[in-house]
């Protein structure tokens, strides 16, 4: 089966840019995850989606960044404006009901 | 809440020696427990897991790691590295169920040398 897609792979952008990001999960996935995956650490949870709602977006930075996943499918996850701390791997995975994770190779995010 | 804490952040090895590489946990509730696997520039890719029965559980590439509820601790070893198991290696939990999120170490970078 087809695995988590994302795109770009990698985005080079100013500060105070804004950048959008885009994940097709594996088909017939419900839930889908964005994480955040700073140099050095280990990926952070940014915001959990079950079918087009939001399950958990705790830890998700409310006044610049944004995620949708609209229909329940496709997902796209916006910075705007992006900061410099904002620069690392956003990576987004998926898992059925019961199931566990599946991610993406990820967007590697530069911002200058 | 739950928390992952890695011991080591680097751990270097000699080709075909054994390695372990530590994880440590803390959850009120019952857990779910992984091991991840990103190789550079690649995304995860999920190496083993515990969610019941046997403490001990095994991956196709000849990794292995116990679950241990006393000492809250699911340690990965292999006893024989290749150069080719290079990579980022990250502990993971989860609550018990399906779809819950992942809360990650820190990572262990394994570096085999020849």
């Known amino acids: 089966e087809a695995g988590v897609a994302q795109s770009p792979r990698y985005k080079i952008i100013e500060k105070r840019q804004s950048v959008a990001f885009w994940c097709n999960p594996i088909s017939g996935h419900a839930t889908l995850y964005w994480y955040q995956q700073i140099l050095g650490q280990g990926p952070k949870l940014l915001i959990q989606?079950?079918?087009?709602?939001?399950?958990?977006d705790s830890q998700l930075p409310k006044d610049r960044f944004s995620a949708e996943r609209l229909k329940g499918v496709d997902s796209t996850l916006k910075i705007q404006p992006a900061k410099l701390e904002d620069s690392a791997v956003y990576l987004c995975a998926s898992s059925d009901v019961g199931g566990f994770a599946f991610f993406g190779q990820g967007t590697r995010l530069t911002v200058v | 809440a739950q928390s992952v804490t890695q011991l080591d952040s680097q751990v270097p090895v000699f080709e075909e020696a054994p390695v372990e590489l530590r994880c440590n946990y803390s959850?009120?509730?019952?857990?779910?427990l992984f091991w991840y696997v990103q190789y550079p520039n690649q995304g995860l890719q999920l190496l083993l897991k515990?969610?019941?029965?046997?403490?001990l559980v095994e991956s196709i590439n000849g990794f292995e790691a116990e679950f241990n509820k006393s000492q809250t601790s699911f340690h990965l070893r292999k006893p024989s590295v290749h150069i080719s198991d290079t990579a980022e290696y990250f502990c993971?939990?989860?609550?018990?169920?399906?779809?819950?999120?992942?809360?990650f170490g820190q990572g262990t970078r394994l570096t085999i040398n020849p």
């Open positions: 515990y969610l019941s029965g046997s403490t």
């Open positions: 959850s009120s509730v019952s857990v779910y």
């Open positions: 989606f079950q079918n087009n709602g939001v399950v958990d």
């Open positions: 993971a939990v989860s609550g018990v169920g399906g779809a819950q999120k992942l809360v």
